[in-house]
């Protein structure tokens, strides 16, 4: 075969550790930046390891592209546009293909925006979490409603014709009403994509702190939970698919780069801590940002031994079944099969079924989650791993 | 030829945990010379590693030392250890009868303890001569005036020459080493009497079968005596004698004033008990020495395989603890909620945590412990008496005429300014004050009447914790007497789960039922149904708690493709869910049965 089919295309997940501050409840790898030569720095850093990723799998076709973060938004639009230059001037980049950058609302700017657009990159997220200035203020956002909305406005303006909004629930002080609110707001700018995080508490994060010490109390599951069904049926009614868990799209606009997660499609993620699964390997990339710097200076890949995974098949089994799971319309058993050459209820005891019944229902050969299942999910993907 | 027997020095070292004896011990074997200091793994004498961890001793050790005197002689120390726990008493008192003298080291920042006092009487009362020496001299924070008054108000021992020493940096020492010498009396005795030998303790070995540690005050033994044990009357072929230095080294023979091993043949550690006299079965001496006592278990728990464990392997690891502990037994039982375990009974509490803790270290096994039980007399209708340790083994009520729980007196030394907390705790306890002496200025000890329920339960954490580690406690059993206790059973979902019944005074039931419940909130994960939680006396409900329905279990954010993340957080879940017990549709936590038996400073 000559032609790669567009099964084997991957998706490119690349990594921007930085963010002008950190908000309280975050635990995701990224540092304050305020230093642009750091920012230059990094972002040499990041061109090399595309080269030399590029290097290891040069046959393969990229067909989404998502930078992450961190706040990507915050590297100057020169340095950017530098990397995706990179990327296109390396990497197969197949015509049509998704390609997201997330931004922050206080760092967006035109100029930005059209450097974006003139870049390739076609989908932009934007973390607006809310429209309440209060509970933005309570995340340590560095934005406020009114940077939130324009923001939103000039990226349609520039001609994003594919924008995402990231709304968050369950925060501490949060009342239905105003969670209500916020999102009457965001389904009102009819956004392509809305994703709908239910704030978790992490350790190590300002907010846990709070919570250990008695100062902040935890959404209870029960107002989480109606705040959750509420907002799936207030996209829904607005036209949105829900397509997976915490994600609605308009029909057409479901996030390629993120269903690949969900549909044990292979990705190479880029720069510190980033995660890739390829060639049947899983292996994530060093979370220190400094070790990062020295593995690319020496021209070496940066990935440290005890982060490339050691999975086994059963183990690569419970994965296919979780992470499809997390889609609405589940998975096909019989994709299972062909993945691994085993008989689905041979693998896992059809008495499974029986068991959590109410959580999983089949359709045929599709086996997915009830509306009651979500909610506990984690204790259906449980039983697979 | 001068008698041998006057260069021999026995001796025990007496403290309060923590007031390095250890070290001490360790300091007196390094100089002599026995280990050089390059060997010397930190307190050598405390050899079991959970005993170091603990910093406490629970099998004895003993050494020989030589000791070169400013006197130009050479002196054979005998270093005969002692256990340092309450539970121990009567092994304590065993390895000081097997002594002359006794090396009193109290914590020159600390002062006298109860502990100390109780075993400086249990000293006393073998007539030793009892020479103080005041450690830890090298703190900032050491009081030596002070603190040697309190020994001779206290203890009414002359302490005016105590050395000062620093076990850990090692000065003092060679004084101390010396006044060995002068003060403690060399032993006296016979070895041409009929051989008597005290058992003061006793290990098993894979290869020689029992070892006994024993002091010899008259005769002489050696390889190929036909032994006798006088209380238990058994008879043994002698396989080898020696002394250990620190090492087993084998000699000819054992004489009078000496101290030793001796290897028979002996199966078990329970056929050696500690307290039995050594005789030889040709010549027998006419009695045997004084204070031997069977040892009596007083704390009994049921121990049973965690999920996923094997009955078995926690049957081989039990059988092979007790071969080497005389005071631990069990049998097997059975339990509705836990399937098939053991009820095992103990010297104490403290006891009871080193034998789980050691099947959990040594033997690699996961166990469930149900609530410590003391042993109840129940006098039935009908005037027969049945001895309880399984609060499901309790008659039905109404055969019940009454029941009679051990009382114990306990000691407690305390700094005066938490007298006030001491009452309180001990009054929540029933215990009775019988009086109060203040033994210093600053010092107090109270003396209750309590029962050996309330003790075993949480007193000796709620006294820590309520003196800031400054109060120690001392116990002996001293009566049964007749009490309104009651059975507290914990009802999951409607269902009672046996492995959490106990046995509670009728005046506490209420209490510990609330306790219990909320213990129980805290730590049963929600289910997809409420679970209810009660706490019941009969078929009164007393108490109640639920754990709420769950309705929320989900990650929402997947990041960045991160999906080992993922997939390690489900793991935990699912491991944690392997350690869940299921009775009837409740899946509850191993942890719980433990959490409902800790102290909560916040009740």
């Known amino acids: 075969m000559t032609i790669t089919s567009r099964e084997n295309n991957i998706g490119l997940y690349v990594h921007i550790p930085f963010c002008l501050r950190k908000c309280r409840y975050c635990d995701f790898l990224s540092f304050e930046c305020h230093d642009e030569t750091a920012l230059h720095q990094y972002t040499d850093a990041l061109l090399r390891e595309i080269n030399t990723r590029y290097e290891e799998w040069p046959y393969r076709v990229v067909d989404t592209i998502y930078i992450g973060g961190g706040t990507p938004s915050i590297l100057p639009a020169e340095d950017m546009s530098r990397i995706m230059k990179c990327i296109l001037s390396n990497f197969t980049v197949a015509e049509g293909s998704e390609i997201t950058i997330e931004a922050n609302p206080a760092t967006l700017d035109d100029r930005k925006l059209e450097t974006y657009l003139e870049s390739g990159i076609n989908r932009i997220s934007i973390g607006t979490q809310s429209f309440d200035n209060s509970i933005l203020n309570l995340l340590g956002r560095v934005h406020d409603k009114n940077d939130a909305l324009s923001a939103i406005r000039m990226a349609k303006k520039a001609g994003f014709k594919n924008v995402n909004v990231d709304m968050m629930f369950g925060i501490p002080g949060q009342t239905l009403k105003m969670w209500r609110d916020s999102l009457r707001q965001c389904v009102f700018l009819r956004p392509e994509h809305i994703s709908l995080y239910s704030l978790q508490i992490e350790e190590g994060t300002q907010f846990h702190r709070l919570v250990e010490n008695g100062t902040m109390e935890p959404t209870s599951e029960r107002v989480d939970r109606i705040m959750y069904h509420d907002a799936i049926d207030m996209i829904e009614n607005a036209g949105y698919h829900h397509y997976e868990i915490s994600n609605g799209a308009l029909p057409g606009f479901e996030s390629r780069h993120n269903l690949k997660y969900w549909s044990y499609k292979e990705y190479l993620g880029l720069g510190p801590g980033a995660s890739s699964f390829i060639g049947g390997h899983r292996f994530k990339n060093t979370s220190s940002v400094l070790e990062y710097l020295k593995f690319i200076k020496a021209g070496l890949p940066p990935v440290k031994p005890e982060d490339v995974e050691q999975y086994t098949q059963r183990d690569e089994m419970g994965i296919f079944v979780f992470t499809g799971l997390r889609k609405t319309s589940g998975f096909d058993i019989r994709d299972f099969e062909a993945t691994f050459s085993r008989e689905f209820f041979d693998v896992y005891d059809p008495m499974i079924i029986t068991k959590l019944r109410g959580l999983i229902e089949m359709d045929g050969f599709v086996m997915k989650l009830t509306d009651k299942g979500i909610d506990v999910s984690n204790k259906v993907m449980a039983e697979f791993v | ?603």
């Open chain 2, 1 to 603: 030829m001068s008698d041998y027997k006057q260069y021999i020095r026995n001796f025990s070292i007496i403290a309060h945990i923590d007031h390095g004896k250890s070290t001490l011990a360790d300091r007196m074997i390094e100089m002599t010379g026995l280990v050089s200091h390059r060997d010397m793994r930190e307190q050598y004498l405390d050899n079991m590693e959970l005993e170091r961890e603990r910093g406490i001793t629970i099998k004895l050790q003993t050494t020989r030392m030589v000791f070169k005197s400013k006197d130009g002689n050479e002196y054979i120390f005998n270093l005969i250890d002692t256990p340092g726990h309450v539970d121990f008493t009567y092994e304590v008192s065993r390895s000081l009868a097997a002594c002359e003298g006794a090396v009193l080291v109290v914590d020159a920042t600390q002062g006298v303890e109860a502990q100390t006092l109780a075993n400086v009487y249990l000293a006393m009362d073998e007539d030793l001569e009892i020479m103080p020496v005041l450690n830890k001299i090298d703190l900032p924070s050491a009081r030596p005036d002070e603190v040697r008054e309190e020994i001779e108000e206290v203890i009414g021992v002359e302490a005016s020459d105590a050395p000062l020493v620093s076990a850990k940096e090692g000065t003092g020492v060679d004084d101390l080493l010396e006044m060995i010498v002068k003060k403690i009396p060399a032993p006296s005795g016979d070895e041409k009497s009929p051989l008597k030998a005290l058992i003061f303790d006793s290990y098993y070995d894979n290869y020689k079968g029992v070892v006994i540690y024993t002091r010899i005050f008259d005769g002489t033994v050696k390889e190929g005596d036909m032994i006798r044990l006088m209380n238990t009357d058994k008879k043994y072929e002698v396989t080898e004698v020696g002394v250990y230095a620190p090492g087993p080294v084998e000699s000819k023979c054992l004489k009078a004033g000496e101290v030793g091993y001796i290897c028979a043949s002996i199966k078990r550690v329970a056929d050696a008990r500690v307290g039995d006299t050594i005789t030889l079965d040709e010549n027998p001496a006419d009695e045997p020495l004084p204070g031997y006592k069977k040892v009596q278990s007083m704390v009994y728990c049921g121990i049973y395989p965690a999920e996923g464990e094997k009955y078995e392997n926690v049957k081989d690891a039990l059988e092979k603890l007790q071969v080497n502990d005389a005071a631990f037994h069990f049998e097997p039982e059975t339990s509705t909620a836990l399937g098939y375990g053991f009820r095992c009974g103990f010297l104490g509490l403290l006891h009871m945590e080193i034998i789980v803790e050691r099947l959990e270290r040594e033997f690699d096994l996961s166990v469930i412990t149900t609530s410590p039980s003391v042993i109840y007399k129940v006098v039935k209708n009908d005037g027969t008496v049945e001895m309880v340790q399984n609060p499901s083994n309790l008659p039905d009520p109404m055969e019940i005429d009454h029941i009679e729980e051990p009382m114990v007196k306990a000691d407690i030394m305390v700094p005066k300014e938490y007298v006030g907390s001491i009452m309180e705790i001990c009054q929540e306890r029933r215990g009775r004050m019988i009086h109060m002496e203040y033994i210093t200025e600053n010092r107090v000890n109270l003396h209750y009447d309590m029962p050996l329920n309330e003790v075993i339960y949480d007193f000796f954490d709620a006294l820590k914790s309520k003196t800031r580690g400054y109060g120690s406690l001392d116990y002996e059993f001293s009566r049964y007497e007749p009490s309104k206790v009651v059975k507290l059973d914990i009802l999951l979902n409607k269902d009672m789960v046996d492995a959490f019944s106990m046995i509670v005074h009728e005046s506490k039931a209420y209490a510990r039922g609330r306790f219990v419940c909320e213990k129980l909130k805290e730590i049963i994960p929600k289910h997809q149904f409420e679970v209810p939680i009660q706490a019941s006396v009969g078929q009164k409900i007393i108490a109640r708690e639920t754990v709420r329905a769950y309705r929320k279990d989900v990650i929402a954010k997947c990041y960045g493709g991160d999906i080992s993340r993922k997939k390690k957080l489900l793991e935990k879940q699912k491991e944690g869910k392997k350690r869940m017990r299921q009775f009837g549709t409740v899946e509850v936590p191993q942890e719980a049965f433990t959490a409902v038996l800790k102290y909560d400073d916040n009740k």
